[in-house]
């Protein structure tokens, strides 16, 4: 599959896992401080996914060393964690709900993360 068609295919799955994370959420996060949080965070979850993705496609290759793939994983998931370390002051300054802001990064980053290995073997 081609690098273009399978960026948008993770980015349609991406944003389809956003969209039903964020109704369930709605269900426990009601305020509308809360529902801006949760849009932040779905924002910055979607781009850092994409991202992430971006790097761990060429990989797939099939010229790449061994081990290669794992530590492009690796490197997606270290910057997924730095995006959290670093969103939560910042929410805090944006006047953000941390709680909720908070929860729905990790919830999104989840689902988004565990469609990725899904799709990767889907295009191989």
């Known amino acids: 599959m081609k690098e273009g068609r399978a960026l948008g295919l993770f980015a349609g799955v991406s944003a389809a ?4 994370a964020t109704v369930v959420l709605r269900s426990y996060f009601t305020t509308v401080v809360e529902h801006k949080s949760m849009l932040v965070s779905a924002g910055l979850a979607f781009a850092v996914q994409l991202g992430s ?3 761990l496609r060429p990989a797939r290759s099939g010229h790449s060393a061994p081990g290669d793939l794992l530590i492009r994983w690796g490197i997606g998931a270290g910057m997924r964690l730095l995006v959290l370390v670093l969103y939560a002051p910042l929410a805090r300054v944006m006047f953000l709900s941390l709680d909720a802001a908070l929860v729905s990064l990790v919830t999104f980053f989840f689902m988004t993360m565990m469609a990725e290995p899904l799709l ?5």
């Open 53 to 55: 993705y971006a790097l």
């Open 120 to 124: 990767l073997e889907y295009d191989r």
């Open 17 to 20: 896992l956003i969209v039903i």
